[in-house]
């Protein structure tokens, strides 16, 4: 029995390896005559180069290949071939000024997780309308008036830490997003709703990133459901303010009151999408940041210094803390804007980014087929020396001079850049405000490793145990 299993096998492996290089040979006899295919390695037949970029740490693929190839080679990952892009102008060529040549490409199950009507999934009109009213919800007009409200968020998050027990930081963070999230989607939501959605969402968040498959028990069949849930809360929240007749200017409000040149609405499932669309782009991503900012400046001890002379300034002039920030001494921490720039670079957690080409695109002489992905790699971008001087060394100052054009994308370029830069960045400046003039955190056990959940994040999510600081009593 055994015999005839791996006699199977063999014959098996025979006829795809076969299948697979006489679809390799008709792809390059069609291509012959026009721009050859960039450099690299499409690795074993379906899986490509999958198991070597999962095997280790990503960045250190690219770097690899970067290295080998050059800044345009191709491989294959998850039966997907692809071009990696790891140079400024590739990258500007795809997501700017050539985008109208490449979509955005998400998996099946991820897109279904999100709900389909979530803006990123789109382009045209219905991309362009959603996301200015993302942007008019999260606008510095906007921003300015959330202030106290994500100084309070802060203020509670980190008062639960400062017992001197070990908390995972990276999970603290993701409490302190979250609730950032909710208040720039709906205001001041009542606390029944909040804990339910908060309960739903963790669910989501657990089951995203799990083997895709319906067996009931499993985690993704469990975060369908709490995404189903997740629609029927929205509703209600919908219902709910429709009856009180207070638009307000959150995003639910934007949502709520938009109307198309026929004067159509947005359906609910179209609203429930964009809802979670966002609190999903807006969580992990800043908690990841947060984690590494708290990582960088407690291993700079002369840095941290100089932050809390800065820091203290302001919390002096609001006699101890004892007044509220304001957007104005937000806008003027010229030290503590750096070290969040020079934190977004180092940690780069969004590395790369994919689009789908639509058509066959020549970029410099290659050939990007159509139906390939193209990924532009911000991380190997941010760390290349030519653009960033001794790129492992944490050095904010770098950035008193403004780097070269389309060298620096924490926050992705071109139509689909991120909405939500500035939000991410205030939530940044206040936690760094409350963290140096109140508190001392020693990390526990860290040594530098880092693990992918899916944004790079310090291991174990930063140990780190936190004390009020006596000597500010
Ligand atoms: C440090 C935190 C953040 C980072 C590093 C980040 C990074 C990014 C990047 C690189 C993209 C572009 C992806 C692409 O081109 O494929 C993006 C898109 C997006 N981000 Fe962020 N983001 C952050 C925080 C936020 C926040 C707080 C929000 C909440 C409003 C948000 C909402 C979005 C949305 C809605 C999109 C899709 C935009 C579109 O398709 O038009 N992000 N983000």
Known sequence: ????????????LFFSTALYYYLSKKQERK????????????????????????SQDPNVFFAQKQKRYGDVFKTNILGCPCI?????????????????LFKPTYPKSKEMMIGPWALFFHEGNYHTHLRKLVQSSISPEALRKLVPDIESIVISCMETWSSGLVINT???MKKLSFEVGILAIFGRLEIKYKNALKENYSIVDKGYNSFPTKLPGTAYHKAIEARKRLNQIIRE??????????????????????????GQTLTEDQIADNIIGVLF?????????????????????????????????????????????????????????????????????ISFTFREA????????????????????????????????????????????????????????GAHACPGNELAKLEMLIMIHHLVTKYRWEVVGSKGEVQYSPFPVPLDGLPAKFYKDSTNQ
């Open 31 to 54: 291509n012959k005559g026009r721009a050859k295919l960039p450099p690299g390695s499409m690795g074993w037949p379906y899986i490509g180069e999958t198991l070597q970029l999962y």
């Open 84 to 100: 990696m892009l790891a140079s400024p102008e590739a990258s500007r060529f795809v997501l700017v000024t050539h985008a109208h």
């Open 1 to 12: 029995m055994e015999n005839i299993v791996s006699t199977l096998v063999y014959i098996l």
């Open 170 to 172: 990276f999970h603290e």
């Open 281 to 349: 782009a807006a969580q992990d991503t800043t908690a990841s940041i947060l984690t590494w900012i708290l990582k960088y400046i407690h291993d700079e001890h002369k840095l941290l210094e100089a932050i809390k002379i800065e820091q203290k300034a302001i919390y002096k002039l609001n006699n101890r803390g004892k007044q509220p920030l304001t957007w104005a001494q937000t806008r003027n921490m010229p030290l503590t804007q750096k070290v969040i720039l020079e934190s977004l670079r180092m940690a780069s957690i």
């Open 237 to 262: 929240i919908i219902w709910e303010t429709k009856e009180k007749k207070i638009l307000d200017k959150d995003l639910l409000g934007y949502l709520l009151n938009y109307k198309d040149e026929r």
């Open 358 to 413: 639509v058509t066959d695109v020549e970029y410099d002489g290659y050939l990007i087929p159509k139906g390939w992905k193209v990924m532009p790699l911000f991380r190997n971008i941010h760390h290349n020396p030519e653009y960033f001087v001794d790129p492992k060394s944490f050095d904010p100052s770098r950035f008193e001079v403004a780097p070269k054009p389309n060298t620096f994308m924490p926050f992705g370029s």
